[in-house]
């Protein structure tokens, strides 16, 4: 285990002052990641179908406590509803203005955290090229070592950057997906819920 830490510790210091934002940038890409998969999964694993919002909701029924975007609308409706018919269909709408925000939440940041480690680790790269040719102006080309601690540096900054970039894009693409899909039903679901009440 200790022979893992030193060499996790080595192969940081290699990459030189430019590893810090890189593992910023990838701790906070990755909590991001997991509370926005925690999230949808939490609306989707246990909601029910758009017919039995429907019945629920001309019941006036609240349904169970467990979270759904369609089960947290019908307890919404069902806590707010008036006689109305104009005014119950502006609670809809200010329901989905209320939880949009809630569903593309940290998607952008996502994409640009995604954007930015490659270029962190281009940085890394220029960084290492630079120090190697301070020290070819110093000690010329003969001293190979000398040499070596910039090319090093160069090649683990650029490999950390995209080892971030590579699947932080991956997912950034696949909760963009997950998060349009969410809207398209909540949108779906509003537009049919309406339509009922005329």
């Known amino acids: ?30 909590v991001m990641i997991i ?6 999964r939490r609306w989707e694993k246990h909601d029910i179908d758009l017919s039995t919002a429907l019945a629920m909701m001309r ?5 169970s406590e467990t979270p759904g975007l369609r089960r947290d609308l019908v307890r919404f409706f069902a806590i707010h509803k008036t006689s109305s018919a104009a005014v119950n269909q502006s609670l809809l709408d200010q329901y989905r203005l209320h939880v949009r925000p809630n569903l593309t939440q940290r998607i952008g940041i996502i994409a640009t955290l995604a954007a930015i480690a490659p270029l962190l680790g281009l940085l890394g790269t220029v960084s290492g090229m630079i120090t190697t040719f301070d020290v070819i102006t110093l000690f010329g080309t003969g001293n190979a070592k000398a040499m070596a601690g910039g090319i090093s540096e160069s090649l683990i900054t650029t490999q950390s950057g995209l080892t971030v970039a590579i699947p932080g894009m991956f997912m950034g693409v696949y909760l963009s997906r997950r998060c349009a899909r969410l809207s398209g039903k909540l949108d779906e679901t509003i537009s049919i819920l309406k339509r009922s009440m005329r």
């Open 1 to 30: 285990m200790n022979d893992v830490i030193n060499s996790m510790i080595g192969y940081l210091d290699n990459g030189g002052a430019v590893m810090i934002p890189i593992l910023l940038c990838s701790f906070a890409l990755w």
């Open 35 to 40: 509370e926005r998969m925690i999230v949808y």
């Open 59 to 63: 019941n006036g029924e609240k349904g």
